[in-house]
Nanobody
Framework: QVQLVESGGGLVQAGGSLRLSCVAS????????MGWYRQAPGKQRELVAS???????NYADSVKGRFTISRDNAKNTVYLQMNSLKPEDTGLYYC???????????WGQGTQVTVSS
């Protein structure tokens, strides 16, 4: 089992930026894909961005062009740079390993992102 600790969330005005971090309790080098998910109030958790170990990235249409995912395998850390934030980006953000497309570890506590209009 791997523990995942997310941080970097906060309250920001629309148009602002935040950088989220996710630190894993052990090396993420072997995980072919890492992803950031979010859960908005009253909605199901959704995948917003993923990054492969080879550097390939994918984004949900709703965040494409605004969010950037990156991973630092040496620091066991995955980042999510979020720019041009919108109120609909509000939610609890989580990371997880997803080598076969679905998350494999227990969820961490997440980090809250609140975007005011």
């Amino acid at each position: 089992q791997v523990q995942l600790v997310e941080s970097g969330g906060g309250l920001v005005q629309a148009g602002g930026s935040l950088r989220l971090s996710c630190v894993a309790s052990r090396s993420i080098l072997s995980f072919t894909a890492m992803g950031w998910y979010r859960q908005a109030p009253g909605k199901q958790r959704e995948l917003v961005a993923s990054a492969s170990s080879g550097g390939r990235t994918n984004y949900a249409d709703s965040v494409k062009g605004r969010f950037t995912i990156s991973r630092d395998n040496a620091k066991n850390t995955v980042y999510l740079q979020m720019n041009s934030l919108k109120p609909e980006d509000t939610g609890l953000y989580y990371c997880n390993a997803m080598p076969l497309g679905t998350p494999i570890f227990s969820w961490g506590q997440g980090t809250q992102v609140t975007v005011s209009s």
